[in-house]
């Protein structure tokens, strides 16, 4: 039931809408400190992006976000700081990951196109090296040995990196979650608004077109019961002679009209 629930999951994450707010390959570009930092101290940021994830809540802390076998059975709940102290430390590729499967269930993001083909390459690298060392060791050949190595050190390097600029691509996201920059948050306090005072005859045209060039800006009809608005209706309105002199004519409307 568990691995099919994951699968499942793992599934529905496909669907996802929403994209990061920055790629893998433009982190370097938006925060090149936190990404050096990621880089050269990899666990101590895994352990606070973790913590900030819960919204530096640990007694929601289990072990790999939920998203692995072990997840639940570790005593999290008696000290939940030292359990994720040990997932960073001895599970740091867990540890990234399970972040990043928590923030995406949070708000819905899918990886793009470019994402999962660097995270491809680099898991791809890995087994490559890996089969290397193996026919080296069977095999026996210094050649292949040396090929073995070249290949292991170049898939480190690889993972190092693309570790580095995940972790920068969930610290941007919470940036962008915790309101730092970009849009506000739908609850975020109103803009200040203008409102009529007392001594105004009408309230203010605000949010409203300004009049076109040339015509007069009338007030708005006062209710029942209230004084007509200062200077409204202007002076000599209606004009003298108005209405003219035998209208209607005599005989309408005819007899019999009903409205």
Not at 2 to 17: C, V
Not at 22 to 48: A, E, F, H, K
Not at 197 to 211: E, H, L, N, S
Request: proline share 12%; charged share 15%; net charge neutral.
């Amino acid at each position: 039931m568990g691995s099919q629930a994951h699968l499942d999951k793992m599934q529905l994450r496909q669907n996802y809408r929403n994209l990061w707010h920055t790629d893998l390959m433009r982190t370097i570009q938006n925060d090149p400190p936190y990404c050096c930092l990621s880089l050269w101290c990899g666990p101590c940021v895994s352990y606070m992006l973790r913590k900030r994830a819960l919204y530096n809540d640990m007694s929601r802390y289990v072990c790999c976000a939920g998203y692995m076998p072990c997840s639940g059975r570790c005593g999290e709940s008696r000290c939940p700081e030292f359990c994720l102290a040990t997932e960073v430390l001895l599970c740091f590729g867990n540890s990234v990951a399970s972040t990043r499967f928590l923030l995406q269930d949070e708000f819905n993001i899918q990886t793009t196109q470019c994402d999962n083909c660097i995270i491809g390459f680099m898991f791809c690298l890995q087994q490559i090296a890996c089969i290397f060392s193996l026919v080296a060791m069977i095999v026996g050949s210094e050649e292949l040995s040396e090929a073995s190595q070249i290949l292991s050190c170049l898939s480190d390097m690889v993972y190092c990196s693309v570790c580095a600029c995940m972790q920068t691509q969930h610290k941007i996201e919470m940036d962008k979650r915790d309101g730092k920059f970009g849009p506000q948050p739908a609850m975020a306090v109103p803009a200040a608004q203008q409102m009529s005072r007392i001594d105004q005859p009408y309230p203010p045209t605000v949010g409203y077109p300004p009049p076109a060039y040339g015509q007069p800006q009338y007030p708005p009809p006062q209710p029942a019961g209230y004084p007509p608005a200062p200077g409204y209706p202007p002076a000599g309105y209606p004009p003298a002679g108005y209405p003219p002199s035998g209208y209607p004519p005599a005989g309408y409307p005819p007899a019999g009209y009903q409205r």
